[in-house]
């Protein structure tokens, strides 16, 4: 049966920690990633996809510090639209490239994305979203003490820079977005969407954040009335006491179960929360949320891989 689909992809698929921000590192996880979502396409599903950008948005930031003796540094809602336009073109071209092999005839299309959010969102006084790449402890010190730069531990995995990221309202861009579906693959609302508020005029603001792309794919699933929100990430299923001698991959699991798991604390804000929250919120809409990796996104469309969460 052929569903709507929106697909989250995260930014670690498109650089991972240890890999070099080269554009042909980017391209090639580019490419791995294209070839896993047009199975999805020839399977007969319709969708848009949406990507992360911490790792890109954080060394574009980086940037345009190194930079700004010389050329000012642009502001970082700009630095969303700069990553959300780098990785749209790779996906675009990588997508583009692989369907003339197939010989289908699908087509693709990018679209650079803005999405509301409160601009009193508390989230601007408590920086949370990790961007760029990680630092060892003594470095993050070293970073707060000369640059003034909030820096957080990334679920165990190092410090990364933290900038505030709000909860996403509206996307932008919706009717045209579920028009397109028809006929193409929609790239929309990267790197969680440009942020931005609108004043008592309705006049359009970039906002100083990162929003997170899970929870924007939420609203992007609710808005464009998906039939299933995947999350693809680098681990195959999402499991209890990860980690530890006892940890527990989780197959089919309830909305309730899902609940019962966050109270105990079983995933840490940063990683695994995002993902589990926003599946929660989706799956209580009646729908599918799926957590899973690339790999095996065709199987779990089929219910037979990865973490999927319904009512
Ligand atoms: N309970 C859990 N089950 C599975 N993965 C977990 C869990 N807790 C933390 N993780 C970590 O979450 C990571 C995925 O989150 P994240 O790196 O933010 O994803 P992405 O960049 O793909 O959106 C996995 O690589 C894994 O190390
Ligand atoms: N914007 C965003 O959520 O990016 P990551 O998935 O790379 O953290």
């Known amino acids: 049966m052929s569903k709507k689909v929106v697909l989250a992809l995260g930014g670690n698929a498109i650089l991972q920690p240890k890999q070099e921000a080269t554009f042909e590192n980017q391209y090639q996880n580019v490419v791995n990633a294209a070839d896993r979502m047009v199975e999805i396409s020839e399977a007969g599903h319709k969708i848009v996809v949406t990507h992360g950008n911490g790792p890109q948005v954080g060394n574009i930031i980086a940037q345009n510090e190194a930079a700004k003796e010389d050329i000012p540094a642009m502001p970082i809602f700009v630095n969303n639209a700069e990553s959300q336009g780098m990785i749209g073109y790779m996906m675009e071209s990588a997508l583009k490239n692989r369907l003339v092999k197939g010989g289908d005839k699908t087509n693709v299309v990018t679209l650079l994305t803005m999405v509301e959010v409160d601009k009193d969102d508390e989230a601007f006084d408590n920086p949370t979203k990790p961007v760029g790449v990680f630092f060892s402890e003594e470095e993050a010190k070293r970073l707060t003490e000369e640059k003034g730069f909030q820096m957080a531990e990334d679920a165990g995995r190092g410090f990364r820079r933290v900038v505030p990221s709000p909860e996403p309202k509206v996307i932008h861009g919706v009717d045209e977005i579920k028009s397109l579906i028809e006929t193409s693959i929609v790239v929309s609302s990267g ?64 909305v309730e179960e899902a609940e019962q798991y ?23 809409t009646g729908k599918e949320a799926i957590i899973c990796s690339l790999d095996e996104a065709v199987l779990a469309l089929e219910g037979k891989a990865g973490t999927r969460i319904t009512l």
């Open 191 to 254: 790197g969680g969407g440009i942020p931005i508020y609108r004043d008592e005029d309705n006049q359009i603001h970039g906002v100083e954040a990162v929003i997170d792309k899970d929870r924007s794919g939420l609203k992007l699933s609710e808005q464009t009335d998906a039939d299933v929100f995947m999350m693809l990430t680098d681990v195959s299923n999402v499991y209890i006491n990860f980690g530890k001698e006892n940890e527990a991959k989780l197959e089919g699991i309830s």
């Open 262 to 284: 966050v109270k105990e604390g079983q995933f840490p804000a940063g990683s695994m929360l995002p993902k589990i929250e926003a599946a929660i919120a989706f799956a209580k």
